[in-house]
């Protein structure tokens, strides 16, 4: 199965003109010379592509996909039509894009060629059928839809799970509704698991054998305490719905469980198993039909580099030797000289001062110490941002439920929904208390708080008018490599003066994302084996081997994806620069933020035309 769209570049769509940002103040109102509505045009081909990508629209809070709408209660459709009238409706979204003439309005050509460029990232791969590419999540170009860390095997019920409402009856209703379709939705699944089998698709061998367990663990166990049934439980009952109404949602639930939903799940672990002898010992993509082409798409698309993957491969180790000298000289600053990196980074961590109590009152010390840390940032906004621009949008601060703590990551950010009724969520996982050291912690916070993911997707909401699909659209290397500068940011506004063990744990989290760079592209450019990307990690890093096999499995899933946080990081860092010199002493740092966030998420390219 193959697809053709012949579109032009959104380059193209920009011209020559210096395009104005969308900043408060005189120069930004003068250059929207002509206003042109591109809103409605651009919402209605949004709306027309979430039709086919109804959790996308859950996800992101879409009026269609709450109070019970209609979004709300299927699941994407994954089967091979399914997947064809998706690639479809990208390649027509990009014909109405190109259709839309604003040319006596800069502001809104800005934002005509970011949404080109969103469907372009979709529609980049159009010749390869295998997996599925989708501009609004972050991975682009997914090879393998069954995978142990996304896709409708994880994503679906954890959508479910965390973020589709369950306030009113009618929610609940439409909740029900999408967990009896899994019968339709995930034999859709299995359908497209074979297509891709049909054209030379084979997952590699370690990914078939991690997403097994998965799909085991959702027909494990009772279905009364199953972490559906446990959250609509919970939710429900967080949401004051009558008792008995909840009773009646809860037995309905559970006759979905057990009749549609885990059926549907042991049919698609039947056909994993039946791949399984199958499966590829390769590592990379580079072995996949097409495979170097997905890979230097995703290049383009999530690491949102024009480099070629040795390139990236160098730069790279480059940056591994610099953020490794740093922090190891950190290090023996703090009396940690001897051993692996490993081992003093263990040291560090067996310091009682690093430790929070495995209890109740250790995790609400915890929880506690976050929110001083992002409340204290919160208080500097004002030294980094206009003031006009400082988010109103709430940041809250959560333990992971222990229902889906198990497969959760450590620390991780939900943004609010578009109607702000859901705030913005730091989630930071407490189920191994012995795992989580304090001088880590303040490095997570900034990149998933203030000013990091918050900051930069709150921003994004309270832009006056953006349309739909700028809302929605996921540029990995602007937001990941925000997120990454706003580390160091912390760090430059002072955040880690008192706090020398907080900075070594800013460096070895930086160089770990240097180590990215290097292992992404081993594996998918210079065909490494997994074990080689495994133990360049283990001698470069002061990552537990566990984490490390976690992390590699990742990057065979997501090909390219892990190269956005430290590609956009030196990219912002290098505008940053430019900025400065480019201004002199009219050099002004909110200003700066100013332009990178004042029009949201986009291409670093088009970035590049602000600065």
Request: proline share 7%; hydrophobic share 40%; aromatic share 8%.
């Amino acid at each position: 199965m193959t697809f053709t769209v012949a579109r032009r570049p959104f380059s193209v769509m920009l011209g020559s003109a210096v395009i104005a940002p969308a900043l408060p103040g005189s120069a930004a109102r003068a250059a929207r010379t002509v206003p042109c509505p591109i809103t409605t045009p651009l919402d209605a081909a949004t709306e027309t592509l979430l039709e086919h990508t109804p959790e996308t629209a859950t996800y992101g809070g879409v009026p269609a996909s709450t109070r019970g709408g209609p979004l709300a209660r299927r699941m994407d459709d994954y089967s091979p039509s399914g997947e064809e009238a998706w690639r479809a409706a990208l390649g027509e979204a990009g014909v109405a894009i190109e259709r839309i003439d604003c040319e006596g309005d800069r502001f809104a050509r800005l934002r005509l060629a970011i949404a080109a460029a969103v469907v372009e990232n979709g529609t980049r791969t159009a010749a390869i059928g295998y997996g599925r590419p989708n501009p609004f999540w972050f991975t682009g170009h997914e090879p393998y839809v069954v995978n142990q860390i996304s896709g409708p095997v994880v994503n679906t019920p954890n959508v479910m799970m965390a973020q589709q409402p369950l306030s009113s009856p009618a929610e609940v209703d439409a909740w029900i509704e999408k967990l009896d379709g899994f019968a339709t939705g995930f034999g859709g699944v299995v359908a497209k698991l074979r297509s891709d089998r049909a054209l030379g698709c084979i997952p590699p061998r370690a990914i078939l054998e991690k997403t097994l367990p998965i799909l085991s663990n959702f027909l494990a166990g009772t279905p009364e305490q199953h972490p559906m049934i446990v959250a609509l439980r919970e939710r429900t009952a967080q949401s004051g719905l009558d008792s008995r109404l909840r009773a009646a949602a809860e037995q309905r639930a559970i006759t979905a469980l057990e009749k549609r939903a885990r059926p549907a799940f042991a049919k698609l672990r039947s056909a994993v198993e039946a791949l399984l002898p199958e499966g590829r010992s390769e590592a990379g993509v580079w072995a996949q039909p097409d495979g170097e082409a997905l890979y230097a798409a995703n290049i383009r698309s999530v690491g949102d580099s024009p480099l070629s993957a040795h390139d990236i491969h160098r730069i790279g180790l480059d940056q591994v030797r610099m953020t490794s000298s740093a922090l190891q000289s950190r290090l023996r600053q703090l009396g940690y000289s001897r051993g692996s990196l490993r081992q003093r980074l263990d040291a560090l961590a067996a310091d009682p001062g690093q430790r929070f109590p495995d209890s109740t009152a250790g995790r609400e010390q915890l929880l506690a110490y976050l929110r001083s840390l992002i409340g204290t940032m919160e208080a500097r906004q004002q030294q980094f941002m206009p003031r006009a621009m400082i988010p109103s949008q709430r940041l809250e601060i959560r333990a992971v439920p222990q229902a889906t703590e198990q497969s959760a990551p450590g620390g991780y950010y939900d943004g609010p929904s578009l109607d702000g009724s859901r705030p913005g969520i730091y989630w930071i996982n407490l189920r191994d208390m012995g795992s989580i050291h304090r001088y880590a912690l303040p490095t997570l916070s900034y990149h998933e708080g203030v000013p990091g993911h918050h900051t930069q997707g709150s921003t994004l909401l309270s832009l006056p008018q953006a349309p739909l699909m700028l809302r929605l659209a996921s540029f990995n290397a602007y937001q990941e490599g925000w997120a990454l500068y706003a580390e160091r940011l912390a760090m430059e506004l002072g955040a880690y003066a008192r706090d020398p063990a907080g900075d070594a744990g800013r460096l070895a989290d930086d160089l770990f994302r240097c180590v990215r760079l290097v292992v992404d592209t081993g594996l998918h450019a210079l065909r490494w084996t997994r074990e080689q990307a495994i133990a360049y990690m283990q001698a470069h890093t002061g990552t537990p081997m566990s984490e490390v096999v976690a992390e590699v499995e990742r990057y065979m899933a997501w090909p390219g994806q892990a190269l956005g946080y430290k590609l956009g990081q030196l990219k912002f860092l290098a505008l940053r620069n430019r900025y400065r010199a480019k201004h002199g002493h009219r050099y002004d740092l909110k200003q700066f933020h100013g332009i990178v966030l004042g029009s949201g998420a986009m291409p670093m390219q088009l970035l590049e035309t602000l600065i």
